[in-house]
C-alpha cells in the first residue's frame, strides 16, 4: 500500500493548503465523526509548554474503530498489548475493562487560533490519546497548510509512510493516476 501511495505522491503535483477552522470542523466531523470537546476538562494541558492553552478555539474526541483502522503497525502492536494487559488485569471491573478499551480508541484533537478563522502559523493543533495517532497527527499538519520537512521525503521513513496515508485518507490523491 506504502509503494502504491508514494508512486501517487511522485505523480501528484501536491499543493497544501491551509484550511480555516470551519474546514476542519467539518471535515473531522464527516471524515472521522468527531465529537465537540471542552478544553476546560483538559486542564492539565495547561502544563504543556507547546500549548496555548488561552488559543485552544476547539476540541474534538474522535473513537473507535476509525482510529485503530488508521493507526501505523507499531501503534496497533501497543494498543494490542494494552488491550492485553486489560484483559488480564483482575482488579478491574468489566465496566472498567470496557472503559479503558474504549480510551485506547480514542484521540484527541485541540485547535489552537489566535483569529478563530484559521489555525495558528506557529503553533501545531494538539493530538493526543492513549496510543498516540502519528496519522492524525499529519492529518492536522495537512489541514493547517503545512507539508513535512524535505529531510523526510523517504519511502522507509515512518513519519512519511504516516504523512502519506494520512493524504490518502484526506483524499489529496483522488485525482492523480499513475
Known amino acids: 500500500m506504502i509503494e502504491d501511495l508514494y508512486k501517487k505522491y511522485q505523480c501528484s503535483n501536491l499543493s497544501i493548503r491551509k484550511h480555516s477552522l470551519n474546514e476542519i470542523n467539518s471535515i473531522l466531523k464527516q471524515k472521522f465523526q468527531a465529537v465537540n470537546i471542552d478544553k476546560m476538562d483538559y486542564q492539565e494541558l495547561k502544563n504543556d509548554s507547546h500549548i496555548y492553552f488561552d488559543d485552544i478555539c476547539a476540541g474534538y474526541r474522535i473513537t473507535g474503530d476509525i ?3 488508521l493507526q501505523m503497525d ?3 502492536e501497543l494498543t494490542e498489548m494494552i488491550f492485553n494487559n486489560i484483559l488480564n488485569d483482575d482488579d478491574l471491573s468489566d465496566a472498567d475493562k470496557q472503559k ?4 485506547i480508541k480514542t484521540v484527541l484533537i485541540f485547535l489552537q487560533s489566535k483569529d478563530l478563522q484559521y489555525p495558528m502559523d506557529d503553533a501545531y493543533s494538539v493530538v493526543t490519546g492513549y496510543v498516540p495517532s502519528v496519522v492524525f497527527h499529519y492529518i492536522m499538519i495537512i489541514l493547517e497548510g503545512h507539508a ?4 523526510k521525503h523517504d519511502i522507509h521513513n515512518y513519519e512519511f509512510q504516516a504523512y502519506l496515508k494520512a ?3 484526506i483524499r489529496y490523491f483522488d485525482n492523480v493516476h499513475d
Open 148 to 151: 513535512i520537512d524535505e529531510d
Open 100 to 103: 479503558e478499551y474504549d480510551d
Open 67 to 69: 482510529v485503530t483502522k
Open 74 to 76: 507499531d501503534e496497533k
Open 167 to 169: 493524504l490518502n485518507v
